[in-house]
Structure formats: C-alpha cells, structure tokens
C-alpha cells in the first residue's frame, strides 16, 4: 500500500512567522509532488507542484522534495490569517500509473494574529 | 481562469437509491479523476479516465460504481444502490498532458452526497 504522511499537526504559527509542513512518501516510483490548501467543506486548491530535488520558490511559498529520503516539504512565509487552512500533501503514483494523486491526511494550520 | 465544475452541490438520496454526480471538466484537459472524502478523513482516489475508457481504479470502485463521458464535456460518476458509507465529498478533477506527465490536477468544488 503506498503511503504519504504528512506531520499531523495541528500547527499554530503567530502572524508574521514561517509555517513549516512536512511529508514523506513510501512510493520510489513518484514523479510528481503536490501541495494543496483545502479550506473547511471546500475543495482542494492547487498551492505548488515540485518535480525535482532541491527548492522551489514561488511568493511567499517554497517547496523542497529530497527523492532520496522520500521527503517532501512546504514553507509557508510571512505567514497571514488566510493561510489558516489543512494543507494536503499529494504524490503522483509511479510506474504505469495515468496520473492517480495519493494525498496525506493532511496538516491543520492556524495563523493567529 | 477555466475552472472544474461540479453539479449539484449537495445530493441527498435514500439508500439503495441511485444517485448521479455531473462534471464539467477544464476544457482542453485529457484526464480525468473522481475523488472522495469522507468527513474527517483523508481525499481518496476512486478512477481514472482518458480517452473514453478507465484507464485505472481503486478497491473502493466496485461494480456500485461506474463512470461516463456522455458528450465532449460531461463526466459523470453513477452509484447505482447506495449504501449509508458512500456518504462523502465527492471531488471531480483533471489534468492536461501525456500519460506520464507531470501537470497537476485541478479539482472541482465537489459535491456533498448526504445518504439517508
């Protein structure tokens, strides 16, 4: 069965400070690496998609995926009240696999002012 | 921007009734998903589609469950006997690209089905 684990939270960070989430994968096969936000009783919303090894960076988010140690991670900046949300962490299955997402149970954060 | 979209939004039936789920993906998107999650838990892969056949399914996608693609814009997700635990979000999504590709997966707003 494969897996994503993602810190179980929740996690409370004062305005202003950096978030850090954290994933790892039981899946040597995955390619593709996602980071969703899903606010209560809505649906997932796309944040980042990271492929390689190493940081990337985009606003105030920055995402780092190590394959070796199947580990994927999320930082969240300057964080504000309207980062409050779950945050999910997907990989994309490997092998012969058309694109099927595994999702984390996902990270609870509260940005509080 | 082009959206996924997701009719109804909320979906209460009675058990052993069926109950059809409608989507609407992104325009020049090839595949397509269905998601569930049940409150509380994690999202759940369902089913795979692309080029008008199921190309991948999960053990939860049994012989209840079946998927179509009526015309070149809807995608449907039917139960056919409900049971009190398909009571869940169902989230419809899609992807451009190959098979192998890297895109990432747009999700629609869901809808909540409510068994009763």
């Given at each position: 069965q494969k897996e994503v684990e993602q810190n179980s939270g929740p996690l409370s960070v004062p305005e202003g400070a950096i978030a850090s989430l954290n994933c790892t994968y039981s899946d040597r096969g995955s390619q593709s690496f996602f980071w969703y936000r899903q606010y209560s009783g809505k649906s997932p919303e796309l944040?980042?998609?990271?492929?390689?090894?190493?940081?990337?960076?985009?606003?105030?988010?920055?995402?780092q995926l190590n394959k070796a140690s199947q580990y994927v991670s999320l930082l969240i900046r300057d964080s504000q009240p309207s980062d409050s949300a779950t945050y999910l962490?997907?990989?994309?299955?490997?092998?012969?696999?058309?694109?099927?997402?595994?999702?984390?149970?996902?990270?609870?954060?509260?940005?509080h002012p | 921007e082009p959206e996924v979209t997701q009719t109804p939004s909320h979906q209460v039936t009675q058990m052993g009734q069926?109950?059809?789920?409608?989507?609407?993906p992104i325009s020049n998107h090839l595949y397509f998903y269905w998601y569930?999650?049940?409150?509380?838990?994690?999202?759940?892969?369902?089913?795979?589609?692309?080029?008008?056949?199921?190309?991948?399914?999960s053990e939860i996608f049994d012989d209840q469950f079946s998927?179509?693609?009526?015309?070149?814009?809807?995608?449907?997700?039917?139960?056919?006997?409900?049971k009190l635990e398909d009571s869940a979000m169902y989230f419809c999504a899609?992807?451009?690209?190959?098979a192998r590709s890297n895109q990432?997966?747009?999700?629609?707003?869901?809808?909540?089905?409510?068994?009763l």
């Open positions: 944040i980042m998609s990271i492929y390689s090894n190493g940081d990337k960076e985009d606003g105030r988010f920055t995402a962490c997907a990989a994309n299955a490997g092998g012969t696999s058309y694109g099927k997402l595994t999702f984390g149970q996902g990270t609870i954060l509260t940005v | 069926e109950v059809i789920l409608r989507c609407v569930r999650q049940i409150l509380g838990q994690k999202v759940e892969f369902l089913v795979s589609f692309y080029n008008n056949e199921i190309s991948e399914k998927v179509e693609r009526p015309d070149g814009s809807n995608f449907t997700l039917k139960i056919r006997s409900t899609s992807r451009r690209g190959g990432p997966q747009h999700f629609g707003d869901g809808t909540r089905l409510s068994i």
